[in-house]
C-alpha cells in the first residue's frame, strides 16, 4: 500500500511491503490490510476501472465543441487550441509533484483527491468566463496527470506478474471513457438544452462516482489500526536515477511523440472534417468511432508486449498506422473519413497502450516504475503540450491542414527511431 511506513508502535522485525511510487515502507498492519484487499480483487479493480474511464473523457468531451465554445468568447484559432492544450501542458507539470505526493500522502488518497480535484476543474470550465475556462483546463489536466502518474506503479506493485495484461485493461477502460465522451458531446449537448456548458458540467458525474468507488482503497491505507501511518525513505530500497538513464529518456521521447500525435487529433480532428465540409455531427461520430476503436489497440497491443522480449515489431506497427491515417487525412479527409479513423485508431490506441507497457517493462521494481512513469508523463505531456497550438497557428498562417499534418508525419518517423530503442529488452 502506498501511503505507510514504520511508526513508532511497528517493532523493526514486522513485515513490511513496498509502496507504489514511492519508495516506501508500510506498516504491518497496512500491509495486512493490503493482503486482505488482493486476495478479494473486485473491489481494487473496479476502482482502477473506473479512475481510468476519467483519464480522458474530460479532455475527449472538449474536442467536438471546440467551434461553439471558441464562437462563445471569440477566441482564434490559436486561442481556441489552448482549450485543449492548457489541460496537456498541466499534465506535465502535475506530473512533477505526483510521485512526491504519492510517497508524502499514498497513492490511494492522492488518487482519491485528484478525482475531486478533476470533478472541481470540469464544473469550472463552464462557468461564464475565459479565464475559468482555462483555470478549469489547469485543474482537469493537474487531475489527470495524478492519476497517470501513480497508476503505473500501483499496477507493479498489485500485479506483478499480471502487469502487462492489467495495463491493458486500464488503457482500455481509459479508452472507452474518451469514445463514450466524445460520442455523447453532440447529443448531451442538445438533450440538456442546447449549450456546451450542459454536456462538459456532465462529466463532472463520472469523476463522483469514480472517487466514490476509490474511497475504500483510502480506507484500507490507513490500515487497520485507524491512524494515519506516514511515509519515510525505504530502507534498502536502492535509488535510481532515471533522469540520468538513456534508456529511460528513450521511453520518455516515445511517450511524449505518441501523446503529441494524439492530442493533435482530439484538439483537431473534428475540425478537420468540418473544414472538409462534414456536418458537425457527423465529425463528432466520426471522431467517437476513432475513440472506439484506439481500445482494441489499447487492450491487445499491451497483451502482446508483455509476451514478447523486444517490442520493436510493436513499435514498427503502431508507427507506421499513425502515419498511414495522418496521410489519409491530408489526401482525402472527408472521402476516406472513417477508413482513416479505424487505422489511426487503432494505431493511436495501441501506441499508447505500449508507451505505458514499456513504463512497466523497463522497469525493474515498483518504485522505479513510479519515477520513470512521472519523468516520461512530465517531459512527455510537456512536449505534447507544444502540438495543438503548432498545428493550430499553422493552419491559421496557411489556411490549409497540410503543414500541420506534415509536421505530425515527421513526429511519427521520429518516434519511430526512439521507440526502437525503447524497445530492447533492457530494463531501467
Not at 478533476?118 to 478549469?136: C, D, E, T
Not at 518504485?367 to 517531459?379: E, I, K, N, P, Y
Request: aromatic letters at 6%; proline letters at 5%.
Amino acid at each position: 500500500m502506498a501511503g505507510g511506513t514504520h511508526t513508532a508502535e511497528t517493532p523493526p522485525e514486522a513485515p513490511v511491503l513496498v509502496a507504489a511510487g514511492a519508495g516506501v515502507l508500510t506498516s504491518a498492519s497496512a500491509a495486512s490490510a493490503r493482503r486482505a484487499l488482493l486476495a478479494h480483487p473486485a473491489l481494487l479493480l473496479t476502482g482502477i476501472v473506473l479512475a481510468s474511464l476519467n483519464m480522458r473523457a474530460a479532455l475527449a468531451s472538449v474536442a467536438p465543441l471546440v467551434g461553439e465554445i471558441s464562437a462563445s468568447f471569440g477566441l482564434s484559432a490559436t486561442a481556441s487550441s489552448l482549450i485543449t492544450s492548457v489541460p496537456v501542458l498541466f499534465l506535465g507539470v502535475g506530473a512533477l509533484v505526483a510521485p512526491w505526493l504519492g510517497r508524502r500522502f499514498g497513492a490511494e488518497r492522492v488518487l482519491f483527491a485528484a478525482l475531486l480535484l478533476l470533478g472541481l476543474g470540469i464544473l469550472a470550465r463552464v462557468l461564464p468566463s475565459v479565464y475559468a475556462l482555462y483555470g478549469g483546463g489547469v485543474l482537469v489536466g493537474t487531475a489527470i496527470a495524478l492519476l497517470n502518474v501513480l497508476m503505473p506503479g500501483m499496477i507493479k506493485r498489485d500485479f506483478p506478474d499480471r502487469a502487462a495484461a492489467m495495463t491493458s485493461v486500464y488503457t482500455g477502460a481509459m479508452i472507452a471513457g474518451a469514445t463514450l465522451a466524445a460520442a455523447a458531446a453532440v447529443p448531451l449537448e442538445k438533450a440538456l438544452g442546447g449549450g456546451w456548458e450542459g454536456s462538459l458540467a456532465f462529466w463532472s458525474l463520472l469523476a463522483a462516482v469514480a472517487a466514490l468507488a476509490w474511497l475504500p482503497q483510502v480506507l484500507i491505507a490507513r490500515g487497520r489500526t485507524g491512524h494515519v501511518v506516514r511515509a519515510v525513505p525505504a530502507a534498502g530500497a536502492r535509488a535510481v536515477s532515471v533522469w540520468r538513464s538513456p534508456l529511460a529518456w528513450q521511453v520518455t521521447l516515445f511517450m511524449g511523440l505518441q501523446s503529441l500525435w494524439s492530442y493533435v487529433l482530439i484538439a483537431w480532428m473534428p475540425t478537420i472534417f468540418t473544414d472538409h465540409g462534414m456536418s458537425r455531427s457527423t465529425a463528432g461520430v466520426v471522431f467517437a468511432f476513432n475513440n472506439l476503436i484506439q481500445v482494441a489497440g489499447a487492450f491487445v497491443v499491451p497483451l502482446l508486449a508483455g509476451r514478447m522480449r523486444s517490442q520493436r515489431p510493436l513499435i514498427v506497427l503502431v508507427t507506421t498506422l499513425v502515419g498511414a491515417g495522418y496521410a489519409g487525412l491530408m489526401v482525402a479527409p472527408v472521402e476516406g473519413a472513417w477508413l482513416w479513423s479505424a487505422v489511426l485508431g487503432v494505431g493511436q490506441g495501441g501506441a499508447v497502450g505500449l508507451a505505458l507497457t514499456l513504463i512497466v517493462l523497463r522497469s525493474r521494481d515498483a518504485v522505479t516504475a513510479a519515477r520513470l512513469s512521472g519523468m516520461a508523463q512530465t517531459v512527455g505531456y510537456l512536449l505534447a503540450a507544444a502540438g495543438p497550438p503548432a498545428a493550430g497557428a499553422l493552419h491559421q498562417a496557411t489556411g490549409s491542414w497540410t503543414l500541420p499534418i506534415c509536421g505530425v508525419l515527421a513526429v511519427c518517423a521520429a518516434a519511430l527511431a526512439v521507440g526502437l530503442l525503447a524497445a530492447r529488452n533492457r530494463t531501467v
